[in-house]
């Protein structure tokens, strides 16, 4: 490049240098740049004039030039950049200056040269506009109250450190947060009054245009807010939907904030019973035990049909519709899951070993892919000679606790449909064998899994058995009773349950199912006597008990009375530090990762990677729970999701064995029924691990992942694994699970436990995954040893994955819509579509993970803003055909 003659020369030359410069500039201007570049010049001059006259033209005539110009913000305005060498000299005669209009005026013109001008954190702009009048701020342009906005905040920031009264600052702050609501930057007034912990201004701003869009912006920034911020943010925008009768939102934020007053304020503040039956349907989805009275129902009629809605008892009807519409009606059995043909001959003629694993696997399977409808070619079969045929026959192709499953895999197959399943489930209680009798309670809790009777008859069946002598009976019905009355906080379950506690001669295995189900009951409740009940559970084991698999159970039965309330565990967590120290760290552990279940707290993730990071002796058990924790913690939104991934990954290549073992888990937790292919890969690398645990763990997680979506990848990964471990039967077993889970329900179902966009997370559902995995910690001596019903628990967290339309009398109705790919369009401007790449189907429809529905047609309103599980349509009445 040629040098550039105006640069030449050392510092002697530097003076021609500028002169030159001077010159080339004033050759570089327009005409009409420099006429108005000398024309402000002599404002300039003006300004100082001692005439006072001369002094207010001049100031009037430099804000008009100045505003009429602000109006684009690619590059600095031209008098901005005019004005620039002057700056100093107007500053300095501002402060010659005696008080008049004038220098108010002065200050303000100095306030916006101060946009380009003022140092790096001096403020100034601030300064001179709180010196200057007391005029409309937004005249000046977005950009200038944007850096206004910003000024603000830091001197807040120093004000409140030094305590200086701050209500000047706030009068701006009005004027600002108006401006921002008056021209769709809605984020920006919310990030203001973040700032200025002053969100209570907003619901006087916000008007029914952008009430929405803020409401978006403050639910969806809630996430990344520490705490308490968070539940401020979610209360105000709790009240704007209020406010405006968006009551669903509110619904949704009332369920989030796990606050039954606001749900119960949002029933009594809104009087139409169509929107309540919607209100129900979500309740229901969400899994909480909530009883309407006269003050949120006051017809009698409608009350019962409400209650009916919340209780669930619809779930089964709408399920088997979805699935008579997909046409998916037709019973399969296990072969048609397994595929064997397409596989080489080795596989199959390995496949009679070991045959009583085999059936078990076979029976759990079974239960998995007909969930929920009622038919099987195994157990519901009906033979010509008697009813008790072939059915029979199958369960006595398990072995002892093998038949407990078989017979509990009755009421995972009539899932939901109470009145047939116990009616099927009845001929197994006059069995003389203790393993049947045993299943079919277990079997009666999984039928009522979610659903809630005024007869109770889970309560009615079970209560006698818990106090037997046989072990395997009461851990039957006690298991029986956790899952059908998860959530339900019963205080006479508490009182029969606290007692086997309490109990010192109580087997081991029963007082740790007796803990689970404790913890299921009353999950997220912080009930103060359960807690004691197992804290003096904890206390009173032998030294040889605590080194036992099952032991876990009992520090996670406590972990679940607090989950996902934060610092509510804190005084428990102190206690645990009392316990004897094989269980102590455990205990902490599972503690902190329930407590944060959920909530994406970075500070708690990186505690648990700090625990995961030491390298332990062998005996060490409370890292696997911490890896555990990572992925409970940071399921909450996408980002730490994706973090957590990466993290995980790096604990695969550094961590000690017991580390890797609970990683697939962890894995398998983060992406459950959402099988992403960098995670699928990952699993299927380790599921040809040297060390068979980790390979247990990852085939299982490759099921979790792949849950209910009939994922082909998976599906085929999982065949060949089946032909690679024919002789490893701990391993067949394993993959046969994971095949049944691909297929849950046929491909109906999920076990993700977040739903309505990822916006709420249902506790009894994480519960039963949480309970599930930490079993899975222990492969060989739980899920491979006598206690593999544990695999049951995952019960709690399947849902049919539908989008059913009903009318306004409840009836199934057709019609069309898009499903696609949601989008995140907070904070967007204009009218973002809000799906990417959909078709259109007519409902109802299967919604995969991440995907979003909306009407594609103008006929109906929905009465819920989010389009999942059951939705009710009212007829537009604006609506004309084409």
Not at 465 to 474: A, M, V
Not at 764 to 774: C, N, S
Request: one cysteine or more; hydrophobic letters at 40%.
């Amino acid at each position: 490049m040629a040098p550039d003659p105006n640069r030449a020369g050392t510092s002697a030359a530097a003076k021609d240098d500028a002169v030159a410069k001077k010159k080339v500039e004033n050759e570089d201007l327009s005409d009409e740049d420099l006429a108005l570049k000398q024309q402000l010049e002599l404002y300039v001059e003006r300004v100082q004039d001692p005439d006072k006259g001369l002094q207010k033209v001049a100031l009037e005539s430099m804000r008009q030039e100045i505003r009429t110009s602000t109006s684009s913000m690619t590059s600095v305005p031209k008098p901005l950049k005019f004005l620039r060498p002057h700056y100093g000299t107007l500053k300095a005669y501002y402060e010659t200056m005696g008080e008049s209009d004038l220098k108010k005026y002065l200050a303000d013109i100095l306030s916006v040269l101060a946009l380009t001008m003022s140092a790096e954190g001096e403020r100034e702009s601030l300064k001179y506009r709180l010196l200057g009048s007391e005029g409309d701020i937004g005249s000046w342009g977005h950009e200038y109250v944007r850096n206004l906005a910003g000024e603000i905040a830091q001197e807040y920031a120093k004000r409140q450190s030094e305590e200086v009264p701050i209500d000047d600052l706030m009068e701006l702050v009005q004027q600002i947060v108006a401006f921002h609501m008056k021209h769709n930057a809605e984020p920006e007034a919310v990030d203001l009054l973040m700032e200025v912990e002053d969100l209570d201004m907003l619901v006087e701003h916000v008007d029914k245009t952008n009430f929405k869009r803020t409401c978006l912006y403050l639910t969806s920034s809630a996430r990344y807010l520490p705490g308490p911020d968070d539940m401020l943010v979610l209360d105000i925008a709790y009240t704007i939907y209020k406010k405006f009768g968006e009551y669903p939102n509110a619904l949704q934020i009332a369920l989030f904030l796990d606050n039954p007053q606001y749900v119960r304020q949002v029933f009594t503040s809104c009087d139409d019973v169509q929107r309540k039956k919607q209100f129900c349907y979500m309740l229901a989805r969400h899994g909480i035990t909530f009883e309407l009275d006269e003050e949120m129902a006051a017809d009698d009629d409608d009350r019962e049909m409400l209650q009916d809605i919340i209780n669930n008892s619809k779930l089964s009807e709408g399920y088997l519709t979805l699935a008579r519409d997909i046409e998916v009606m037709e019973p399969k059995s296990p072969e048609d899951i397994y595929k064997a043909h397409l596989l080489d001959g080795r596989a199959s003629a390995g496949a009679s070993v070991d045959s009583a694993r085999q059936n078990l696997a076979a029976t759990f399977v079974n239960a998995f892919v007909n969930a929920g409808f009622g038919q099987d070619k195994l157990m519901t079969v009906q033979s010509d000679s008697s009813s008790s045929g072939s059915s029979g026959n199958w369960l006595f192709k398990n072995k002892e606790h093998g038949k407990t499953s078989a017979a509990a895999s009755l009421g995972m197959i009539y899932l939901w449909d109470v009145d047939s399943g116990l009616a099927q489930i009845d001929k197994y209680f006059h069995s003389n064998d203790n393993h049947v009798i045993a299943g079919a309670l277990l079997g009666v809790g999984i039928v009522n899994c979610g659903i809630k009777n005024d007869c109770d008859p889970a309560m009615a069946l079970l209560g006698d058995y818990t106090d037997k002598e046989d072990t395997s009976i009461r851990i039957g019905a006690i298991m029986g009773l956790g899952i059908a009355y998860a959530g339900s906080q019963n205080e006479q379950l508490r009182e029969k349950l606290t007692a086997i506690l309490n109990d010192t001669k109580a087997p081991l295995d029963v007082s740790a199912f007796t803990a689970i189900s404790l913890g299921l009951i009353y999950v997220g409740s912080c009930n103060e006597e359960v807690a004691q009940a197992i804290i003096f559970s904890l206390m009173d084991r032998s030294e040889s008990e605590l080194g036992e698999p099952l032991t876990r159970f009992l520090p996670l039965g406590l972990g679940l009375l607090y989950l996902g309330k934060q610092d509510s565990v804190e005084a428990t967590a102190e206690v645990s530090k009392t316990f004897n120290e094989k269980i102590r760290k455990y205990c902490d552990m599972t503690l902190l990762s329930c407590a944060y279940a959920g909530t994406g707290n970075v500070l708690k993730v990186q505690n648990l990677l700090g625990h995961c990071s030491q390298h332990l002796d062998k005996g060490e058990t409370h890292q696997g729970p911490a890896v555990l924790g990572i992925a409970m913690v940071a399921m909450a939104e996408e980002l730490g999701l994706e973090m957590a991934i990466r993290s995980l990954e790096h604990l695969l290549q550094y961590g000690e064995q017991n580390i890797r073992r609970a990683v697939p888990l962890a894995l398998g937790l983060l992406c459950i029924s959402n099988p992403k292919v960098n995670v699928m890969d990952t699993l299927s690398r380790l599921s040809h691990d040297t060390d068979s645990e980790v390979a247990m763990a990852a085939v299982i997680s490759l099921g979790l992942i792949g849950a209910g979506t009939n994922n082909a990848r998976i599906a085929g990964m999982l065949r060949n694994l089946s032909s690679y471990y024919y002789k490893d039967t701990s391993l067949l077993f394993c993959v046969r699970i994971a095949q049944g889970l691909v297929h849950l329900g046929k491909g109906l179902l999920t076990l993700n436990p977040y739903h309505s966009d990822r916006f709420l997370l249902s506790p009894t559902a994480l519960a039963g995954l949480i309970t599930m995995l930490h079993a899975c910690l222990d492969m060989k001596a739980i899920v491979l040893g006598k206690y593999h019903y544990v695999l049951y628990f995952l019960v709690l967290a399947m849902q049919p994955r539908m989008l059913l339309t009903v009318d306004e009398s409840l009836k199934p109705l057709s019609v069309p819509v898009r499903v696609g790919q949601a989008v995140d369009v907070v904070g967007q401007a204009g009218r973002p579509k809000t799906i990417t790449g959909f078709q259109t189907h007519s409902t109802p429809v299967l919604l995969a993970a991440g995907d979003r529905a909306e009407l594609a047609t103008e006929k109906y309103i929905p009465l819920s803003p989010i389009l999942e599980g059951f939705v009710i349509l009212k007829e537009n009445p604006d609506y004309t055909e084409e």
